[in-house]
């Protein structure tokens, strides 16, 4: 069975403090993607990665930064927290062409 | 760009049909897709148009039509289980690694 696992379900942080969210999956899967989910906004993607050490800018990729030193991890990175940062993140991986997505279970993060 | 409009929210009785539409602004892409999300759950993968035409799952079934720049997710035989949000989502045809994803449609079935 496919797998993909996030380090935390919930998270609460401080304002400007550096926050480290972990990805791994266990599918062989070039591609993965962080993304973060807000009512009524759907999903927006905030960076992804297609090979290891390599990584491009989503749509929001403003206060974060990612990581992929192996294949199957992906870290996402808030350098110094705000609270609009608050949100849902979910990690996903896709193998080449394929279009299905595999989720993580996700991570609520509060930013106080 | 890519741009995915559903409905907010849409409610129907156990048993009933349903159906969610996502119409799309989009410069190219490979295919549309859709995922069903339980509250405090992951979304989890339904159904995939390559082509233009309806696409079959058991209950659930997929249409795509690419002139029409729209699709839908039909549910039948609804269940209380089907509670659930839904979303479309393309891939993009210039970045294939690129998925967008519409704002998600909110099903409540009632008894």
């Known amino acids: 069975d496919v797998k993909v696992t996030q380090s935390s379900r919930y998270l609460v942080k401080r304002t400007g403090e550096k926050v480290f969210l972990e990805c791994v999956q266990d599918?062989?899967?070039?591609?993965m993607f962080w993304y973060r989910q807000d009512p009524g906004l759907g999903l927006r993607l905030i960076y992804f990665s297609y090979d290891v050490k390599m990584k491009e800018k989503g749509d929001i990729p403003e206060g974060y930064s990612v990581s992929r030193e192996k294949k199957e991890r992906f870290s996402l990175i808030l350098e110094s927290a705000s609270t609009n940062q608050t949100s849902m993140y979910l990690c996903?991986?896709?193998?080449?062409?394929?279009?299905?997505?595999?989720f993580g279970p996700g991570t609520r993060l509060t930013v106080l | 760009g890519q741009s995915l409009e559903q409905p907010s929210e849409v409610t129907a009785v156990e048993g009933a049909i349903v159906q969610i539409n996502c119409t799309y602004q989009t410069s190219g892409f490979y295919g549309l897709s859709w995922y069903q999300q339980h509250d405090g759950g992951a979304p989890t993968f339904l159904s995939y148009n390559a082509l233009d035409g309806l696409e079959e799952t058991g209950r659930f079934s997929s249409f795509l039509s690419r002139s029409d720049s729209y699709g839908y997710l039909l549910l039948q035989e609804l269940q209380m289980k089907d509670s659930a949000s839904y979303f479309c989502a393309v891939r993009e045809a210039d970045n294939f690694n690129k998925f967008y994803f519409g704002s998600g449609t909110k099903l409540n079935v009632k008894p």
């Open positions: 996903a991986g896709t193998s080449g062409s394929a279009d299905t997505q595999y």
């Open positions: 599918m062989d899967h070039e591609n």
